[in-house]
């Protein structure tokens, strides 16, 4: 289980996104990651930096069959991190919500 605690890269809204479309495959395409988080490749691109330099995605370029094609997974630190922020996330979402009271006899 990993240890809940706020991770500020992966909480941007777009990187947070991008690590949970990886989260349950082995990669997605660059294209398939873009399309599902509707930004620009450019957009994309600067996160995945980020994510890359935190250790979080492995990029892997490919030509196959004349193209070039680019592959997004997440790292075992990756998953780390995005798990153990998600796991903080339901931890304060637990202390915000409505809590039934006991009433008194």
């Known amino acids: 289980m990993p240890r809940p605690i706020f991770d500020p890269v992966v909480h941007e809204p ?3 996104q991008i690590c ?3 989260a349950p495959t082995p990669g997605l395409p660059f294209a398939t990651l873009r399309d599902e988080v509707g930004i620009s490749d450019s957009a994309l ?9 935190e250790g ?7 030509a ?3 193209r070039r094609t680019t592959r997004v997974s ?8 995005v798990c153990g922020h998600v796991s903080e996330l339901q931890r304060l979402a637990r202390l915000v919500s409505p809590r039934p009271r006991a ?3």
């Open 14 to 16: 777009h990187r947070l």
């Open 20 to 22: 949970a479309l990886l």
């Open 45 to 53: 691109s600067k996160h995945l930096r980020s994510l890359e330099a």
């Open 56 to 62: 979080y995605v492995a990029i892997l370029r490919e």
């Open 64 to 66: 196959t069959d004349g």
């Open 74 to 81: 997440l790292t075992p630190a990756g998953r780390e991190a």
């Open 103 to 105: 009433t008194a006899p």
